[in-house]
């Protein structure tokens, strides 16, 4: 316990929830809180830490992975499932990435749904209205998602939640993965299929090389035009132009988005005082049939004492020499 007490983290782009949660969790650790992102102007405070703890949009580029390195740190922590922020190449046989794979699967396939249901049903629409005391419901209809087909891009924990969670409302699930799960009560079909008969289409996968843009437009030429997408995980699964053009074009149904491929700059941030430059998600933003979040479906109670436990795991069992089982 004396040698953890001396050990110190470095946790960049903290949230007043981050700090409640580690505070509670921690019993062994100097944790030294910082607002700022980690990236090239943040990484020289890293000196004198042996652990750096980051979240989805700190910067670990290889010149930020080789400053941890000269600057004694010797472990990465993230607290998220998702690592394409980090130079895996930069680090490999140098420092060990660690993360967190499954927080709570219910927290972002649930959220998932929430932004599905909303955007279809316009619930969004219809509280604005009565809160100014308009109660017509001319223009909020939606469709039955009974008898639907979902279409599902990721089979892991929460692809898999998702749907169970369609199947509950009677929808037909068709997934794509790679890695396709075993003894399954939904359908595997190519991407192609899955395009095609989709009404809904669901993105619950990692982004990768493979699967970087794995919506384009291409692949949105072959959607139904009632078609909505729910992107929970990474922005860049979506080519974002080309998600515009169809919405503008009335060639989709809809898309509800808690992530942009360039949120890094605005999310988790305010900015209604000096808005945003960024066209394309000022547009998106703007369309009737887009729902925007900011990255929240992770943001339970439940997940977020996850996070600080496990992420606090991984460094107890670094240096007590264990094995680290979720080592990327």
Avoid at 52 to 62: G, H, I, P, S, T
Avoid at 68 to 74: A, C, I, M, T
Avoid at 303 to 310: E, F, G, H, K, T
Wanted: aromatic share 10%.
């Amino acid at each position: 316990m004396e040698n953890h007490i001396k050990i110190r983290i470095a946790f960049f782009d903290t949230k007043p929830y981050d700090k409640r949660w580690f505070d509670a969790c921690n019993e062994a650790y100097e944790i030294i809180y910082y607002e700022g992102k980690l990236n090239q102007n943040t990484v020289g405070i890293t000196k004198g830490f042996q652990v750096v703890c980051a979240f989805v949009n700190d910067d670990l580029n290889e010149k930020v992975v080789d400053a941890l390195v000269e600057n004694g740190v010797k472990l990465i922590a993230l607290r998220c499932a998702g690592f394409s922020n980090v130079d895996l190449k930069a680090a490999k046989d140098r420092i060990p990435v660690v993360r967190v794979p499954a927080y709570s699967p219910y927290a972002v396939a649930e959220f998932a749904m929430g932004l599905l249901l909303t955007l279809n049903r316009k619930i969004h629409k219809s509280y604005n209205r009565t809160r100014e005391y308009n109660y017509n419901i001319n223009g909020l209809s939606g469709m039955d998602l009974h008898d639907k087909t979902v279409g599902v891009i990721g089979t892991g924990k929460i692809g898999r939640v998702f749907i169970n969670i369609c199947q509950g409302f009677g929808m037909k699930a068709l997934a794509y993965d790679p890695y396709p799960a075993k003894d399954v009560n939904f359908t595997y079909v190519d991407l192609d299929r899955l395009f095609r008969e989709s009404d809904v289409i669901s993105l619950h996968c990692p982004l990768t090389e493979q699967t970087k843009y794995v919506v384009n437009r291409e692949a949105i030429s072959k959607m139904k035009p009632h078609t909505i997408i729910v992107n929970t995980s990474r922005g860049q699964l979506i080519e974002s132009h080309a998600l515009l053009d169809a919405l503008q074009e009335k060639k989709l149904g809809g898309a509800a988005l808690d992530v942009y491929e360039e949120e890094a700059d605005y999310f988790f941030e305010d900015h209604s005082e000096g808005g945003i430059h960024d066209a394309i998600l000022q547009l998106l933003t703007s369309l009737p049939n887009v729902l925007v979040t900011s990255h929240q479906a992770f943001l339970t109670e439940e997940a977020l004492q996850n996070i600080a436990s496990v992420t606090l795991e991984n460094i107890a069992d670094f240096f007590a020499g264990k094995g680290l089982k979720n080592q990327v």
